[in-house]
């Protein structure tokens, strides 16, 4: 699949009707800017930009109307060249530029479309099929696909791991699972022992759920492990089971 099937960034601006979208605070009639404001020259302003698509665009695990079309603007700057620069970084933040930050919020909403969390809804006595911005952000699976997996082999090791990591989540989509086979031993070769735990663990689950031998992975989890635990809430979000999550997609 190529990232030339995903829409233009500027298209995806112009032609989505912001106003008449919500997100965690109101009306989404914000968001155009701070989207353009990802790829800003001043440093700050990109990192601010990029807290509002954490705290408002996809606000504690939660998929709005508006987190689709600011997914698939995300998506289309994927690989931009402005993508590499860097943004501030908190304790406890995951390495990486802008672009592993990108992929990391573009994971936090994958993982809230995946297979876990219908089943989640489902015992819960949510419908998934009643909301909407669930069953459109698992519409765009595949077109976010194309723009996670051109970063597989990206020059920054943080980006390929940050990458892959987002791709876990895309490859429940049925027509994207035959995926898995290739994407498998990247798994194995790259995540699994990267030094962060986090995506150590992400790798191991996958294999295992995939049917994949994962005879020898060890999840070198840090004993302070509440200590350890990053402030992205993307991430932070990947060490909790089902029954765990408490946070639903809606």
């Not at 705290?55 to 994927?78: C, D, F, M, S, W």
């Not at 989540?169 to 699994?192: F, S």
């Not at 689950?205 to 020898?216: F, H, N, P, Y």
């Amino acid at each position: 699949m190529s990232p030339a099937i995903l829409p233009e960034p500027t298209a995806v601006l112009a032609e989505t009707e912001w106003g008449a979208l919500e997100h965690a605070y109101g009306t989404a009639e914000d968001t155009p800017a701070q989207l353009i404001a990802l790829l800003a020259d001043d440093q700050h302003t990109r990192s601010l930009a990029l807290d509002h698509l954490h705290h408002v665009v996809h606000h504690q695990n939660t998929l709005y109307a508006a987190t689709v079309p600011a997914a698939l603007y995300v998506a289309a700057i994927l690989l931009g060249p402005r993508t590499a620069l860097p943004v501030d970084k908190r304790p406890h933040d995951f390495p990486g530029p802008l672009r592993a930050e990108l992929l990391g919020w573009l994971n936090s909403v994958a993982d809230a479309a995946d297979d876990q969390a219908e089943a989640t809804m489902r015992r819960l006595g949510f419908p998934p099929e009643d909301h909407p911005p669930f069953v459109r952000t698992r519409e765009i699976r595949p077109l976010l696909f194309s723009a996670v997996s051109a970063c597989f082999d990206d020059h920054d090791p943080h980006v390929r791991e940050a990458a892959l990591a987002a791709c876990i989540p895309l490859l429940d989509d049925p027509c994207l699972r035959h995926h898995r086979t290739a994407t498998a031993p990247l798994l194995r070769e790259t995540l699994a022992v990267s030094a962060l735990w986090q995506y150590q663990e992400r790798a191991v689950e996958a294999l295992s759920a995939w049917g994949e031998d994962t005879t020898g992975l060890e999840v070198r989890r840090n004993p302070f492990a509440v200590c350890d635990t990053p402030l992205n809430p993307s991430a932070a979000e990947w060490h909790l089971s089902s029954e765990d999550r408490a946070d639903l997609p809606f």
